[in-house]
C-alpha cells in the first residue's frame, strides 16, 4: 500500500513558487495553485494557521487556543504539489530571485524560487512609542491571547487575597484603540466581569472590576457607520464600560496609563490601536505607505517585478481612490487571484483582469449576542447582526471539527453561563524564596 510518506517529492523541473505566511492569504494562494504545473514551498515561522478574529475569546477565556488554530501541514496534506517548511524568511534578494530562511534548528538557507508570494501580515505599532510594548501587550497570536488571558485571571485570584490598597488598578482593565478588537476586548472583559465570574469569588466582588475602552478617535468603530458606532457605544456602556474618546495616550507604565493629562491606574493594558507591515519592503527595496506596507500593482506584484506578488496586511492597494482594508477577506481573495494569476502565467495563458476587491460587509461583536453589521446599503444591530457573525465566522474556521467544537463551545457558554477555558496553565514565579520551605 501506497503511504503518503512515500508519495513523489513534486517535479523539480516545474516553476518554483515560494510562498511566504501561512496565514489567509498564503493559505488562499497554495490552494488556488492546487491544479497548477508547479511545485510549491509555504514557509511559516509557525506551524499552525491561526483564525485571528476569535483570538479575542482565547484571550477572554471563552475558548480554548486549539479551537482556532490548525497546523498548516494538516491543511494542506492532500495537496501533493505543495511542501511545507516551518522557518522564517529573513531575508530576499529580488535580484537574485531567492530567499533567506531560517530554519527550525538554527540552520539557515537560502532557497531559489520563479515566483514569489508575500504574505506575512502584519504586527504591532505603538506608533513610535516601542517602550508602551512590555506594559500594553498587543492581541496578534495564540501566544499574546494566553498571556492576555492569564494576566486577566491572575488579576481576579491576587485581588481576592490581597489588601486593598496593593490591589489598586489590579481589576483595572484598560483597552487602548476603539477598533473591532478593543470593541470586542472590552465587551467579552465586562461579560467575563459582570456575568461569568459573578459567583466564582468570596472577597470580591467581579463586578466591581473596571473595564475602560479609550481612543482618540470621536466615536468607536470608526469603520462603521455612525449610528451603528453609537449603538455599540450604548450596548457597551450598558455592560459597564466605560468609554473615553478624543484624547490618546500619553504615557503607559506598570502603573497604569495617563489619558488627558489623568493618572488611570491600572495593572492590565492591552494594545489593540495599531498595526504595521512586515518588514518586507526593506527587503525588497520597494515602496512603501505610511504603515510600512508594500505598494503593490492592480494584478498585486511589487512596481518592475512581475514575479513577485504580495498579499494581504502586508500590502497596500488603493480601490476607488482609498486604501483597502487589512481584513480576512481582501487577504483571502488577494491570494486566491495571485493563484490563479500564477496558474495562467506559468501555462501561457492570457492574465487575468486587474484585482478587484469584493466587499461582502463589514461586522464586528460587541458582546455575547450583540454584533454591528454593515454590508451595501444594509446595517444590522443586536442579534440580528449577530447571528450571521456567528454563522460566518464558523464557516471560515479551517477545520469542521473545529466549527463543530466552536459552536458546541458557544452553545454551552449561551445555555450555562460559564466559559470553558479559565485554566491557569502557568503558575507566576513564587516569591518565596526560602530553599527549606520547598
Ligand atoms: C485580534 C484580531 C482580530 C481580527 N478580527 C478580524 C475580523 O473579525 N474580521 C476580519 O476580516 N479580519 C480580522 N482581523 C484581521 C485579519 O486577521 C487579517 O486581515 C488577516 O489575518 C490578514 O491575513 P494575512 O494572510 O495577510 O496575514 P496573517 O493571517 O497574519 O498571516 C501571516 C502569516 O505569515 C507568517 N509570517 C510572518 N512573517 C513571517 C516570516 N518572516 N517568515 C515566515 N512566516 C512569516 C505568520 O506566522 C502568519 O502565519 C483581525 C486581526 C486580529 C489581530
Known amino acids: ?11 523539480a523541473s516545474r516553476p518554483h513558487v515560494v510562498i511566504i505566511g501561512g496565514g489567509f492569504g498564503g493559505l488562499a494562494a497554495a490552494k488556488a495553485l492546487r491544479s497548477a504545473p508547479v511545485r510549491i514551498t509555504l514557509i511559516d ?8 478574529p476569535l483570538l479575542y475569546q482565547v484571550a477572554t477565556a471563552e475558548l480554548p487556543p486549539g479551537h482556532i488554530a490548525a497546523p498548516i501541514r494538516g491543511l494542506l496534506q492532500e495537496q501533493d504539489n505543495v511542501t511545507v517548511v516551518l522557518g522564517e524568511v529573513i531575508d530576499v534578494n529580488a535580484e537574485a530571485q531567492s530567499i533567506h530562511v531560517a530554519l ?22 505603538y506608533f513610535g512609542r516601542d517602550d ?19 494576566k486577566v485571571l491572575h488579576a481576579f485570584e491576587q485581588a481576592e487575597i490581597g489588601d486593598a490598597p496593593a490591589t489598586a488598578g489590579l481589576l483595572t482593565f484598560v483597552l487602548v484603540g476603539a477598533g473591532p478588537t478593543g470593541v470586542e476586548m472590552a465587551g467579552a472583559l465586562a461579560t467575563l466581569a459582570r456575568k461569568t465570574m459573578k459567583s466564582s469569588f468570596r472577597r470580591i466582588n467581579p463586578a ?9 478617535a470621536n466615536r468607536i468603530l470608526g469603520a462603521f457607520e455612525e449610528g451603528l458606532s453609537l ?9 459597564g464600560v466605560e468609554v473615553r474618546l478624543g484624547h490618546g495616550i500619553e504615557q503607559i507604565d506598570e502603573n497604569g496609563v495617563v489619558v488627558g493629562g489623568e493618572r488611570i491606574p491600572s495593572k492590565t493594558v492591552i494594545w489593540a490601536a495599531g498595526v504595521a507591515a512586515s518588514p518586507i519592503g526593506k527587503w525588497l527595496k520597494a515602496e512603501t505607505d505610511r504603515a510600512g506596507r508594500v505598494r503593490i500593482q492592480k494584478d498585486l506584484t511589487v512596481a518592475g517585478r512581475r514575479n513577485i506578488f504580495v498579499v494581504g496586511d502586508t500590502s497596500s492597494l488603493d480601490q476607488d481612490g482609498r ?17 490563479r494569476l500564477i496558474t495562467r502565467r506559468v501555462t501561457g495563458k492570457a492574465d487575468l483582469r486587474p484585482f478587484r476587491y469584493f466587499d461582502k460587509g463589514n461586522m464586528a461583536v460587541v458582546a455575547d449576542s450583540f454584533a454591528v453589521l454593515q454590508s451595501g446599503r444594509v446595517q444590522l444591530s443586536g442579534w440580528l447582526a449577530w447571528l450571521p457573525w456567528a454563522v460566518i465566522h464558523l464557516a471560515y474556521l479551517p477545520l469542521s471539527n473545529l466549527r463543530i467544537a466552536v459552536f458546541l463551545q458557544w452553545l454551552w457558554a449561551f445555555l450555562s453561563g460559564t466559559r470553558g477555558s479559565q485554566l491557569i496553565a502557568q503558575s507566576q514565579p513564587s516569591t518565596n524564596t526560602n530553599p527549606s520551605a520547598n
Request: a positive charge.
Open 1 to 11: 500500500m501506497k503511504t503518503r510518506a512515500s508519495a513523489a517529492l513534486p517535479d
Open 104 to 125: 527550525t534548528g538554527g540552520e539557515q538557507r537560502a532557497m531559489a524560487y520563479d515566483y514569489l508570494v508575500v504574505a506575512t501580515g502584519a504586527q504591532h505599532s
Open 323 to 339: 486604501p483597502l482594508p487589512g481584513v480576512a477577506q481582501v487577504a483571502m481573495q488577494q491570494g486566491d487571484y495571485t493563484g
Open 208 to 216: 466591581s472590576a473596571k473595564v475602560i475602552l479609550i481612543d482618540q
Open 45 to 52: 515561522r509557525r506551524n499552525h494557521h491561526l483564525f485571528q
Open 132 to 150: 508602551f510594548a512590555q506594559h500594553a501587550p498587543g492581541l496578534k497570536t495564540l501566544t499574546d491571547a494566553l498571556s492576555i488571558r492569564q
Open 231 to 239: 449603538k455599540a457605544q450604548k450596548h457597551l456602556e450598558g455592560l
